[in-house]
């Protein structure tokens, strides 16, 4: 590895010790959905967020809660000591990127046959202290 690759790969690493990240892969809902949910706490505190998320009647919004819980729980681990609520946290980043899609077939009249796409998505949440900014 050359000095400015190495160099880039320490600034990486030192800003990424503010924050905190989860990520689900595979989530069985198709990435549209995912993000109708994940528009609705993208840039929110996460008292907000949460309340967001658990009055939400979407099914995507049950798991995005967990990943948003699990990571507060990272972010706990990183800054031992401090307590999550009181240290001004909000949802910096959401991405839902497309997963892998499995192919299903399903039966058609007069012998054809439909293909049944069941989509999945992969999800990171990264969460920051609005202090850090």
């Not at 989530?27 to 609705?40: E, F, W």
């Amino acid at each position: 590895m050359g000095v400015r690759k190495r160099n880039s790969a320490e600034n990486r690493k030192e800003a990424n010790k503010s924050i905190a990240f989860a990520k689900l892969n595979n989530c069985p809902t198709a990435p549209r959905k995912m993000r109708l949910v994940a528009d609705l706490v993208r840039g929110k505190d996460i008292m907000t967020a949460i309340n967001y998320l658990k009055f939400n009647p979407k099914a995507a919004s049950k798991d995005l809660e967990k990943l948003l819980f699990s990571a507060i729980s990272n972010w706990e681990q990183k800054n031992e000591g401090q307590d999550p609520y009181s240290a001004d946290l909000y949802v910096k980043e959401v991405k839902v990127d497309g997963g892998r899609t499995l192919k299903r077939i399903q039966a058609a009249p007069q012998g054809r046959a439909h293909r049944i796409r069941k989509r999945s998505n992969h999800v990171t949440v990264v969460i920051d202290s609005k202090n850090n900014i």
